[in-house]
């Protein structure tokens, strides 16, 4: 079996940098969890209110405050996922924190959470589209054989005095 010629040992695939843990987009994910948290829990009030004012015979209003709450609930649960998925997979920072800024805007349709849900979420968003990870380098060590053969161009032992591949006579 013949030896590579010199230098094709290194025309492999490129390794693919790996993340370290810290540089997972982490204030964004947290940000996200409790603004998806404020809307997830004002959703519900709003559910209840709703329910309440059905039951006090307001009719449509409360079926509409219901309807709103569930969306403001259903939108608190997206933006905690989105959330939790952009910690878990960093490399998909952009979309993610895409989705959980779209997702905390609409949810001012049922105030957000307060408000205080919408801020959060779209600080979250905001800080995960603009995450940038740092992957580690790899380290790339480069093997300088000590003689070349003239004749064929591949590497030899230092103490060899003919080529093992070309037979060539080596000074």
Same mark, same amino acid.
């Given at each position: 079996? !013949? !030896?590579?010629?010199? @230098? ?18 982490? +204030? +964004? ?16 009030? &709003?559910?209840?209110?709703?329910? +309440? ?8 209003? @409360?079926?509409?405050?219901?309807? &709103? ?8 649960l997206l933006v905690i ?6 910690? !878990? ?36 968003? !905001?800080?995960?589209? +603009? ?41």
């Amino acid at each position: 079996m !013949a !030896a590579p010629q010199y @230098g094709s040992q290194f025309t492999g695939q490129p390794i693919a940098p790996q993340l370290s843990p810290l540089d997972k987009p982490t +204030a +964004a994910f947290i940000l996200s969890l409790i603004g998806g948290i404020f809307i997830l829990l004002w959703g519900i009030v &709003i559910v209840a209110v709703g329910v +309440a004012a059905e039951n006090q015979t307001l009719g449509l209003y @409360g079926g509409g405050v219901v309807a &709103i709450g569930g969306l403001e609930t259903v939108l608190g649960l997206l933006v905690i996922i989105f959330g939790v998925l952009l910690y !878990a997979m960093p490399e998909h920072h952009v979309v993610l924190g895409v989705l959980v800024l779209v997702f905390s805007i609409v949810s001012l349709i049922g105030l957000g959470g307060l408000i205080i849900g919408f801020i959060l979420g779209l600080i979250g968003g !905001a800080l995960g589209i +603009a995450h940038k990870p740092t992957p580690d380098q790899p380290t790339v060590v480069y093997v300088q054989p000590s003689r070349i053969c003239p004749k064929c161009g591949r590497a030899v032992g230092p103490d060899v005095k003919f080529c093992s591949f070309c037979g060539n006579p080596l000074a």
